[in-house]
């Protein structure tokens, strides 16, 4: 699948309504709290998104939940992008349905909800956070294994079963929160996978003794917890929202991704135990209610923040990033010429990289010096 089939798909629905059906808007356009990717980023972050798309063959192997997940991420950006001026929604979930076809998997429109197909959607935009998205495509497909609902505190939010007995020794340690939202978006998908083989294998042996059936009844809520829109990266995400920036957990050299999961929840959750029931639900519900300020838009803060990040390599490699890496390069070429010394050149490399994210923060693409003509010499 490609960016220009992606668009065939909007011709195919829409070509009867509108004469631009199928081609990308040349116009920013925003709703109430949202403003959408800028008409200029469109095409490169539409052919960058189909990219990290993984292959058909890939997608056939996943598990339910990893699936669900790979699909929810993608689906998350396409709306974030909102690359037609009408008709995002629809395109996206036929889409969804064609592509879960083409790789032997089977998601039921019909059997999702309208409110929460948007409901998910929005809360995905807004925090960065699409579980919900992959709750809801998950619940969609047939076949799907127990419902379980995990224990509940504050606002609703999911909580962890205690899980000790299955995690190696380890020594606590403190944790950003950076750290913590990195290594669950990272380890999440394999670790739901994981718990889902756990627990069947556990609930097979909850016949053989009381332990086991305890044991059993805790794998699955843990699997419930794993999987919840507000389980493991709502905790981080709220600890965050209160300005807090670290957590304790319990640490090992070597642990396996459910492991890590585990850990990073438990710390959180015990974290999340500390502070006022009122403090999380103001937390969750500024969450869930935050609305960007008039024209800045998710993708726009996204690139941003992925190209501080990024080394210089990297933002080259990037279609997206790489027009603004390189007048960057200019800039400190330019620089070079001119016989600048080490301490002038990071100076100005700092200097040019803060330009141009102020200037990606604001959806603008930002005028370099490097490109104003030089001075005649006399």
Do not use: C
């Amino acid at each position: 699948m490609t960016a220009r089939e992606y668009g065939a798909i909007h011709k195919h629905m829409f070509q009867d309504v509108y004469e631009w059906a199928g081609r990308f808007r040349t116009v920013d356009i925003s709703k109430p709290g949202s403003t959408f990717a800028r008409a200029h980023f469109i095409a490169r972050s539409m052919d960058h998104e189909f990219r990290q798309l993984p292959d058909l063959q890939t997608l056939k192997s996943m598990d339910r939940d990893r699936f669900a997940d790979t699909m929810a991420r993608h689906i998350s950006e396409l709306n974030a992008i909102h690359p037609f001026r009408e008709g995002n929604g629809r395109t996206m979930r036929l889409h969804l349905q064609l592509h879960s076809l083409a790789a032997e998997k089977f998601v039921s429109i019909q059997a999702m909800g309208p409110m929460d197909w948007m409901e998910a959607s929005r809360d995905s935009f807004h925090t960065g956070n699409h579980a919900s998205l992959a709750k809801v495509i998950r619940d969609a497909m047939p076949q799907e294994q127990s419902r379980r609902e995990p224990a509940r505190g504050p606002a609703g939010i999911a909580m962890p079963p205690a899980m000790d007995s299955l995690m190696p020794a380890g020594e606590r340690r403190a944790m950003s929160i950076e750290q913590a939202k990195e290594q669950i978006n990272r380890y999440l998908p394999t670790a739901q996978a994981v718990a889902a083989r756990q627990y069947e294998q556990l609930n097979r042996l909850a016949a053989t003794s009381g332990d086991m059936r305890q044991l059993a009844e805790r794998s699955a809520q843990e699997l419930a917890f794993f999987r919840d829109p507000k389980g493991p990266l709502h905790h981080v995400q709220i600890i965050e929202q209160r300005r807090y920036h670290q957590i304790e957990v319990n640490w090992a050299e070597g642990m396996d991704p459910l492991q890590r999961v585990r850990a990073i929840s438990a710390g959180a959750a015990s974290f999340l135990d500390k502070m006022s029931p009122r403090d999380v639900q103001a937390a969750d519900r500024a969450l869930r209610m935050q609305v960007m300020p008039p024209g800045v838009s998710q993708v726009d803060l996204r690139l941003a923040e992925q190209f501080q990040k990024n080394s210089p390599e990297q933002n080259r490699d990037d279609a997206r990033l790489a027009p603004f890496q390189i007048a960057i390069d200019k800039r400190v070429a330019d620089a070079v010429g001119k016989g600048a010394s080490k301490e002038q050149l990071a100076a100005i490399t700092e200097s040019a990289k803060s330009n141009v994210v102020s200037a990606l923060r604001e959806g603008k693409i930002p005028t370099q010096k490097a490109d104003k003509p030089k001075d005649r010499e006399r």
